[in-house]
């Protein structure tokens, strides 16, 4: 008995050690160790063998039964790791497949102008104020010292509804509401919004555009704040490195009145095609508000004074993308408007 | 403006500075030069040549053979130009020599003969061909006889210029005259201003003699000067004059036009000349034209005259549109021997509307419409009278009829230099500002810390303090501003509670995955109302550019719409867009009732993942998705109603309403509509902004996350198609009571296995009570009486 319990052990050890899978390796525990194993009928035997040799057997088999058992786990261990490295292989995907996209879209590069200037004059105590596109005549003109018949009114040719009524020119007539509605007190504001004038669309002009002014109304307002204010928009809007220079220029509803060039942002100055080799960049207009703007609004012109500046949204996105037609912001095609997604932070 | 720097230096000394840093001088002092032109670009090896004979070329027609002598050769030269002829001075560009655009004169053969050189038209010499005298204009230009054989055409024809472009703003019209170019840049350069000499013999016989004026309008035209001047030859003006003509952009015509042009140039005073022969009445009234007068004026055209255009009449008719163009009926021409010249302010807002009413701007008008100056007025009809003297041989009349209501004092700003600096924010020294008004030859005087400054009447544009503020400031320089920031106590910033939104909306609908589009408010008619919510009257403009963009839109869906079809047809077949902006609709108010509204369009696929077989095209369901979540960010409850709408799909539209307002609409659009388009399935929504913004925003409450779970069940039933899952989800609420937390649709069904007309919907409902875990029995008794309420209402349980 002995010796059949030694070729079991021999013969059960050299099938676990053959088994190449688990499955194998299962088959083999239930034909030695499982209820009709042989290990288990020579257990069931035992009960016709001596009394006093009984635990002697009983004992070999179970030491037999242990080894079986220990280097059945052992050999499992090694097969189940090595059945899981099989899986592992077999999911094994191309990770250069392109990933499922997340459907994101963005806003028109004009409002991410205008928002960002917005942004920038929030952040320095200025209000954003709104006003209707079409507009009386009133406060897009006369509150804006351009009576009728004023040689000035033809810098701006205007689309009329009726002769009191039109679409606004330029963005100027918020401030005048403004000033009207704050009653002789100090203002800060913004006004971005579209505005209209009667030209032919090109590469260069557009019958509608976005304009995007200011306005400062206080005791004590003098130029230099104006110029203080302007260069503190420019290093933030087109790099720490800008310099400004103030131009006269004529507007009829500031005096004196100025325009803003920047050192050109793309050569620093040298001059290059972006500054027309000049090495300056037409950005604004500005001036000291006129004082028949501020009294017309019912001000005191001689205790406030204030500055006001505008620009053109468009202008500043071709200028700093290098867009080459005015018609690209109002055509929306999906292929010029999706290169503005990225972030510029 | 446009300005000879050989000219200027008649009146100003410009230092020799090279064009370029005068221009960046006068720009950088507030005249904005826009262009610097060298009249001699390019130009080069070009003389004066004799045309000894002139023959036809036998091989062609419209070439003739010249033999020139171009001073050290006679050569032979081909010549294209028909008015060629032997006995000609002319201009001859030799071999070797440069044109305008890099062109090179080479020896050539034409047609078998040998051609050494090029002779030119004055617009080969980069001339503008509407400069070109009229008798040139089509062919070569003729130098005057005693024109220098073999000398250099650039230097002795004054092209070796330089001409300035100003680009004017219109409080400076005094700088539309050389002199008051010249009086600009005296005070930037601190030149002096040399005027014109004028100094010419009278006749003994007096203007007045053979002229009388009345003035009738004396409000429109304070002041009139008349100089007649006799016995003149009318032919070609010097060159030197033709030149400057066309350098100040002025077509030459003959001695007596050309003189009336170039005073005008350098006066900024606009003159006129009659023929004195023409006049028949020896008379000149200035009156209101009356109703059914008529005048031909120079351009040829027949004009209606209205009672407030003011004209120049022989006391009978119309001969000139005062301050606008003269009549051709008192022409000068080449018969004319005796001249009236006339010189007058007339008053601009007369000026500015005949010339608008008539749609004619000359040099003359644009000069009257922003007012010339009053004290020149005089001077310039002496100088043309000593111009003609010089020119035409003529014999001028003593004296000048006149005319005169007119006043001319000088306007006195009274400043305090202290204004000055408060306002710049500078500390500029007193003796600088005297400077300064010294340089622009404004007389100051000084009392009580006050400077009392007199105005010439050529700066009508200063009036007021600031006027004399800008003054002094751009000429100490706007670089020596300093940089300040306002001192006034800072306020806090921010955007309005509408704008928040309004920003909140672009977040949402882009991470949505929208684009954001703008289009133009101006649309055709027929667009104007289509896809409108609310149509209301148009309303159009006066004066359109086109009838494509006459009238303000009332939807922004067209031209949305007109986007996603430029996109399609570029072959991007998904596209998704949206824009916010306003619609302007007629309301009680005289003011528009403007209305920002959102508008989205979509087609194609809403979900491509190409490789993963994963696709899901656009429809009604993807739209109503994105409006449910874009009201669950603002907090509102936007109901859907089933609707129809022109241009949009009848079973595929729903309105939105807020409140039981109506405030969008959503729909898939028309297939007739489709098609017009060229579009396929298309999504759209249009929906007020102003008002969902309106609905004020509740206080965000916070409750408890739950500490008990919830318990979902499901049931499956069998509807009619024409039941809408809505009104069975109201259903399931108000039968489910308060423990029901959710209802939610999770299957549709509605085929084969199912009785015609029927449907099957599967909902899942979760019950869930914040006090309490619930039991089976208790969420079983709930259900229970869902289910029945079901079956009552005529709703079958699927098996």
């Known amino acids: ?345 | 403006m446009l300005v000879s720097v050989k000219w200027l230096n008649d009146y100003v000394n410009t230092q020799g500075l090279p064009p370029a840093e005068l221009g960046e001088k006068i720009t950088r002092a507030g005249i904005e030069v826009d262009a610097v032109i060298d009249r001699s670009e390019g130009l080069s090896n070009i003389v004066v040549g004799y045309v000894e004979a002139c023959e036809k070329h036998p091989e062609a027609d419209k070439l003739s053979i010249c033999q020139v002598n171009v001073g050290e050769t006679v050569d032979q030269i081909i010549c294209g130009a028909p008015n060629i002829a032997a006995g000609q001075k002319v201009i001859v560009a030799r071999p070797g020599a440069r044109l305008p655009g890099g062109m090179k004169i080479k020896k050539a053969k034409l047609r078998g003969e040998e051609s050494n050189g090029m002779i030119c038209s004055l617009q080969e010499l980069g001339i503008e061909g509407k400069l070109v005298p009229k008798a040139y204009a089509e062919g070569i230009y003729v130098l005057p006889e005693n024109a220098e054989v073999g000398t250099d055409v650039i230097t002795n024809f004054h092209l070796d210029d330089t001409v300035l472009e100003l680009g004017l703003t219109p409080n400076r019209a005094d700088a539309m005259s050389m002199l008051g170019v010249a009086y600009e840049v005296a005070a930037i350069l601190e030149e002096e201003v040399k005027l014109p000499e004028i100094t010419y013999t009278e006749a003994e016989e007096e203007a007045s003699s053979m002229l009388t004026v009345n003035v009738d309008s004396p409000e429109a035209n304070p002041l009139y000067v008349a100089k007649v001047v006799r016995n003149i030859e009318v032919k070609e003006s010097p060159m030197w004059l033709q030149q400057r003509l066309m350098a100040a952009g002025v077509r030459p015509h003959n001695n007596v036009v050309d003189v009336t042009n170039y005073v005008l140039m350098e006066y900024g005073q606009p003159l006129h000349a009659f023929d004195y022969d023409l006049l028949e009445t020896g008379n000149i009234t200035v009156r209101n034209a009356k109703t059914d007068e008529t005048i031909t004026t120079l351009d040829g055209n027949e004009r209606k005259l209205s009672l407030h255009n003011l004209v120049i009449t022989n006391g009978e008719k119309p001969v000139a549109l005062a301050g606008v163009m003269g009549g051709a009926n008192s022409e000068v021409s080449k018969n004319t021997t005796t001249v009236v010249i006339e010189s007058a302010y007339f008053n601009s807002a007369s000026i500015r509307s005949t010339s608008k009413e008539h749609g004619l701007r000359s040099d003359a008008s644009s000069r009257y419409e922003k007012g010339v100056d009053p004290n020149r007025v005089i001077p310039a009809a002496e100088r043309a009278a000593q111009l003609l003297a010089e020119l035409a041989g003529g014999e001028v009349l003593k004296g000048s009829v006149i005319f005169d209501e007119l006043k001319r004092e000088e306007k006195v700003v009274t400043v305090s230099p202290d204004f000055i600096n408060s306002r710049l924010g500078m500390k500029i020294r007193f003796e600088d500002m005297l400077d300064i008004l010294n340089r622009l030859q404004f007389k100051t005087e000084a009392m009580n810390n006050q400077l009392m400054i007199s105005v010439p009447t050529r700066r009508q544009d200063i009036q007021i303090e600031e006027d004399i503020v800008e003054e002094i400031a751009r000429l100490y320089g706007y670089d020596e501003i300093p940089s300040t920031l306002p001192e006034a106590a800072t306020t806090p910033g921010g955007l309005s509670p509408y704008q928040l939104k309004r920003r909140v909306v672009r977040h949402y609908l882009e991470g949505a995955g929208l684009l954001q589009a703008t289009t133009y408010s101006l649309t055709s008619e027929k667009s104007a109302t289509h896809l409108a919510l609310k149509p209301t009257d148009l309303t159009r403009l006066l004066m359109p550019m086109s009838e494509e963009r006459s009238t303000l839109r009332q939807s922004l869906l067209p031209h949305l719409l007109e986007s996603v079809s430029y996109n399609t047809a570029r072959r991007t077949d998904s596209v998704a867009l949206y824009e916010t902006g306003s619609v302007f609709l007629k309301g009680q108010d005289e003011l528009l009732n403007e209305e920002e509204h959102l508008a989205i369009a979509m087609t194609g696929l809403w979900l491509d993942n190409s490789w993963q077989d994963e696709k899901k095209a656009v429809d009604f369901f993807v739209m109503k998705g994105i409006v449910e979540g874009l009201a669950a960010k603002l907090g509102v409850e936007l109901e859907f109603e089933r609707g129809e709408m022109d241009g949009l799909h009848p079973g595929r539209t729903a309105f939105l309403t807020l409140e039981g307002r109506r405030i969008g609409v959503i729909g898939q659009l028309h297939p007739t509509e489709q098609k017009n388009r060229d579009l396929k399935t298309t999504i759209v929504l249009e929906l007020s902004l102003a008002e969902l913004f309106a609905e004020p925003t509740e206080e965000l409450v916070y409750t408890q996350v739950p500490r008990y779970p919830s318990i979902t069940r499901d049931v499956a039933l069998v509807l009619s198609k024409i039941v809408e899952a809505g009104t069975v989800e109201k259903l399931i609420r108000s039968a489910g009571g308060k423990l029901l937390k959710d209802v939610r649709v999770f299957d549709l069904y509605e085929g084969d296995n199912l009785e015609a007309g029927k449907k099957s919907v599967a909902f899942s409902l979760t019950y869930f009570d914040p006090e309490k875990t619930l039991t089976d029995e208790e969420v079983t008794a709930v259900h229970e009486n869902v289910v029945q309420t079901l079956v009552e209402s005529g709703a079958e349980l699927r098996s």
Not at chain 1, 54 to 83: D, F
Not at chain 1, 119 to 130: A, P
Not at chain 1, 170 to 189: D, F, L
Request: contains cysteine; charged residues 30%.
């Open chain 1, 1 to 345: 008995m002995e010796i059949q319990l030694n070729e079991l052990k021999t013969q059960a050890l050299e099938k676990i050690a053959a088994a190449t899978d688990v499955k194998e390796l299962n088959a083999v525990r239930v034909a030695y160790l499982g209820k009709k194993g042989p290990i288990t009928d020579l257990l069931k035997g035992m009960g016709k063998l001596p009394a006093e040799d009984r635990p002697k057997m009983g004992a070999l088999v179970n030491v037999v039964r242990e080894e079986v058992t220990e280097r059945l786990e052992e050999r499992m261990e090694i097969l189940e790791e090595q059945a899981i490295n099989e899986k592992l292989q077999s999911e094994t995907i191309d990770i250069t497949l392109p990933g499922r996209p997340v459907r994101t879209g963005n806003a028109h590069p004009l409002t991410r102008v205008v928002e960002e200037i917005e942004d920038l004059f929030i952040s320095m105590g200025y209000e954003v104020e709104e006003g209707p596109e079409v507009e009386k005549d009133y406060y897009n003109f006369e509150a804006l010292n351009l009576p009728k018949g004023h040689p000035a009114r033809d810098m701006q040719d205007t689309f009329y509804i009726s002769e009191e009524l039109l679409l606004r020119t330029h963005t100027s007539p918020v401030q005048a509401r403004t000033m009207e509605a704050k009653g002789g007190e100090p203002i800060k504001i913004i006004c971005p919004g579209k505005v209209y004038r009667r030209d032919s669309d090109d590469a260069t002009h557009s019958h509608q555009f976005t304009q995007i002014e200011g306005l400062v109304i206080g005791e004590d307002i003098r130029m230099s704040d104006l110029k203080g204010t302007l260069s503190v928009f420019a290093k933030k809007m087109f790099g720490d490195d800008r310099e400004i220079r103030l131009r006269p220029s004529f507007f009829p509803f500031t005096e004196p009145s100025v325009e803003m060039d920047i050192s050109c942002f793309k050569c620093g100055g040298e001059g290059c095609n972006v500054c027309k080799k000049t090495g300056w960049i037409e950005i604004l207009g500005a001036g000291m508000v006129h004082p028949n703007v501020l009294e017309m609004a019912g001000y005191d012109s001689k205790r406030l004074t204030g500055f006001a500046f505008g620009m053109g949204p468009e202008r500043i996105a071709m200028l700093k993308y290098g867009i080459e037609d005015i018609r690209h912001f109002y055509t929306n095609d999906v292929r010029f408007l999706s290169q503005f997604e990225r972030t510029e932070v």
